[in-house]
């Protein structure tokens, strides 16, 4: 398909009137000279949407640098198109800011509803020999892209603001920083059972 390049759409015409274009680069919806809404600082835009980016060729060339080449292009010297389908997520485009990318497909409420099944059923698995998993699976050495996968996976779970704060890594390290000769060591003794005050699933099976 051609697109029609940047000074055949009169929105660049009236943006380079106003003298916006030497400045900034403008966003707006293809087609249309709307301008995505923009909320907390970032602009939602609905990824199924073609929307344009109009502006000086140098800042075009630094967005186009972030981007994957499959998504965007160039409509004569002054216009970027993104057709960002299938994407969601969140971009920091250099010249526009944060740009928030949701999908028509779903309510925002039911899309963070399937991110959190999909982190609760990943989170279940099992990351060491020794720990228990709530879904089935096999023992055995798995192939290495699941065991990138899985590291993944751990990562973002203990980097994730949502975690527990037992489970999240900075709230660790800062308990480090603040007692740097605190030491956690986990001893075995043998008891009588009569003595028990925890009972684990390694303490039935010793």
Same mark, same amino acid.
């Given at each position: ?25 403008? @966003?707006?919806? %293809? ?12 602009? /939602? ?14 800042? @075009? ?15 004569? /010297?002054g ?13 920091d ?6 740009? #928030? ?10 899309? #963070?509803?399937?991110l959190?099944?999909?982190?609760? @059923? ?10 228990? *998993? ?20 751990y990562?973002? /779970?203990i980097?994730?603001d *949502?975690?527990?704060?037992?489970? +999240?890594? @900075?709230?660790?390290? #800062? ?6 000769? +605190?030491? %956690?060591?986990? #001893? ?19």
């Amino acid at each position: 398909m051609i697109l029609p390049s940047a000074g055949d759409r009169p929105r660049a015409e009236g943006a380079a009137e106003r003298g916006e274009m030497g400045s900034r680069l403008i @966003l707006t919806e %293809w087609g249309s000279e709307e301008t995505p809404p923009r909320r907390d600082g970032r602009w /939602h835009l609905q990824s199924e949407r073609r929307w344009v980016v109009e502006g000086p060729r140098a800042m @075009l060339a630094d967005v186009e640098a972030v981007l994957p080449r499959s998504i965007c292009t160039r409509t004569g /010297h002054g216009a970027l198109v993104l057709n960002l389908v299938n994407s969601v997520g969140v971009l920091d485009l250099p010249g526009v800011g944060p740009v #928030e990318l949701h999908t028509g497909k779903l309510e925002e409420a039911g899309f #963070e509803a399937l991110l959190a099944d999909l982190i609760r @059923l990943a989170t279940s698995l099992p990351f060491s020999a020794g720990d228990p *998993g709530s879904s089935p699976y096999a023992s055995g050495p798995p192939p290495r892209d699941e065991v990138l996968y899985h590291a993944f996976v751990y990562l973002r /779970h203990i980097l994730s603001d *949502g975690a527990p704060a037992e489970e +999240r890594l @900075l709230p660790a390290l #800062e308990l480090i920083q603040r007692a740097p000769h +605190r030491r %956690w060591r986990t #001893e075995w003794r043998d008891v009588p059972v009569d003595a028990l005050t925890r009972v684990d699933s390694r303490t039935l099976l010793d």
